[in-house]
């Protein structure tokens, strides 16, 4: 089955025809590293890094680009506050982001471009738009015309006539049109600064990912992708520096992720509920944030609370118990089973399930119901009394292929010897002696996490292995 994406551009689903067979260029818009990013960046983070997992699982080379914004009003502003440089700023949200995003199972990216080291690129796209009669300069200021390129507005899907009523000229701009955005800004008395043709300054925003994009993937890409919020402006502009310069178009494929609610309200400062994601990865297993990510399709919004995120540990521990509980029995497994070839059957109609859901637009939200599906027929073959190694490990390869496809890692924690449980008893029974009922539970929930079964009894604690808990 081929994969299909929606494209914000046609806002359709349409087949994916890559541009060289059995290769993604894929561009996706990193932060503004001039603080800890919150929840709702770590969503596209997820959400194309598993994409970019599931063209690997098909087959194909995915040269993956993500930019990091290392110089922009806001990490001046924030150098400024902090009585620090700019790129010393810039270089220790760059570290958080990464150990951040590292921890939620993404990915190193092919390429990581920042502005300041892709300024020359930046310099001559500019100088080039300058020339092709899109882009002017004033008093050191360099800014684009969205009038001069006729399509402005298709990503969006806005009117240039609807845009420029709500387009405003800011104190100290000398545009010449409301819609006019900025690719090069003046140096302010004191500012980070580089040589131009028209002074000292640096980038607009905008400008940098055209660059970029560019430079390491090519005139024309295959997915562009980002938050939604990115539509517009952002993406719109690129559009339209992109194909001014190159005559030709920019991304063919366009995909945005929805937005983060926290507690049924939109995250925001104001409200007080803006959630960093380095707390919450303090807080939770950061493979259950993850899980719980991509439990809703990446296009919708998805609503975050502790009660949903608990469902999702539980979800993801119901996923991991059924595999250790596979692990376990293995051992114990005969190598033949006349029902192999029924069940090898049902792993196969299950793999086929997961793959569909994901051709279909990335739609992790199915996927994760087949892996509960597996999780669940894997379980019904353990009630069996007599069990294949091989049926065994086909459902654990398929289990834990699907799962590298989401950034799930299945580690296999060490057995409890019989010996350390013991000893763990004997610990419990001492809090239970000394009334400690906390420690004492915290104890038999440890041990039942690993599939081992306590009974107190009148003659005392029992203990046994689950051969199938779930």
């Not at 806001?74 to 700023?89: F, R, T």
């Not at 607009?204 to 992708?225: F, P, R, V």
Request: aromatic share 10%.
């Amino acid at each position: 089955m081929t994969i299909t994406i929606y494209n914000t551009l046609t806002r359709e689903k349409e087949v994916f025809k890559p541009i060289e067979e059995n290769k993604v260029r894929m561009y996706v818009c990193g932060p503004t590293v001039y603080n800890y990013i919150h929840i709702g960046n770590a969503r596209p983070a997820i959400v194309f890094d598993t994409v970019r997992r599931y063209f690997e699982y098909k087959g194909f080379q995915v040269d993956y680009v993500l930019n990091f914004t290392d110089v922009d009003d806001k990490i001046i502003n924030a150098a400024n506050e902090l009585g620090e440089a700019v790129p010393d700023v810039a270089n220790r949200f760059i570290e958080a982001y990464l150990n951040d995003v590292k921890a939620l199972g993404v990915k190193q990216a092919t390429w990581n471009p920042r502005v300041t080291e892709t300024m020359d690129d930046i310099i001559t796209f500019i100088q080039s738009l300058i020339d092709k009669g899109y882009a002017y300069e004033v008093d050191g200021d360099v800014y684009f015309k969205p009038r001069s390129f006729a399509d402005y507005g298709k990503l969006s899907h806005q009117s240039i006539d609807e845009l420029r009523s709500g387009a405003r000229i800011q104190v100290g701009e000398k545009k010449e049109d409301p819609l006019d955005f900025a690719l090069w800004k003046k140096a302010k008395d004191g500012e980070i600064a580089w040589d131009s043709p028209w002074g000292q300054g640096r980038p607009g925003w905008h400008i940098e990912c055209s660059a970029m994009a560019k430079k390491y993937l090519g005139e024309t890409i295959d997915i562009h992708a980002g938050g939604q919020d990115l539509t517009f402006p952002h993406h719109e502009n690129e559009i339209a520096q992109s194909e001014a310069m190159n005559e030709k178009s920019f991304a063919n494929y366009w995909m945005h992720n929805g937005y983060i609610n926290i507690d049924n309200e939109k995250m925001s400062k104001s409200l007080g509920n803006f959630v960093l994601t380095k707390d919450i990865i303090a807080q939770h297993d950061p493979q259950v944030i993850r899980f719980f990510m991509l439990s809703v399709h990446y296009r919708h919004p998805i609503n975050f609370t502790e009660e949903l995120l608990q469902g999702a540990k539980n979800s993801l521990d119901r996923v991991k118990n059924a595999y250790s509980n596979l692990e376990h029995r293995k051992q114990a497994s005969m190598n033949a089973d006349k029902m192999a070839s029924d069940w090898m059957e049902i792993i196969d109609g299950l793999k086929q399930q997961f793959e569909e859901a994901m051709d279909d637009d990335f739609n992790t939200a199915n996927a994760v119901a087949v892996l509960f599906d597996m999780t669940k027929e894997a379980n019904r073959y353990l009630e069996q009394k007599h069990t294949s190694v091989h049926v065994i490990e086909a459902f654990q390869e398929n289990m834990e292929a699907l799962l590298d496809v989401l950034g799930i890692q299945l580690e296999q924690e060490e057995e409890l010897l019989d010996a350390d449980i013991e000893a763990l008893l004997e610990e419990r029974r001492e809090a239970r002696k000394n009334r400690n009922f906390t420690r004492a539970d915290e104890i038999r929930d440890n041990l039942r996490e690993k599939n081992i079964i306590l009974e107190d009894t009148p003659q005392g604690t029992r203990w046994k292995r689950a051969d199938n808990e779930s």
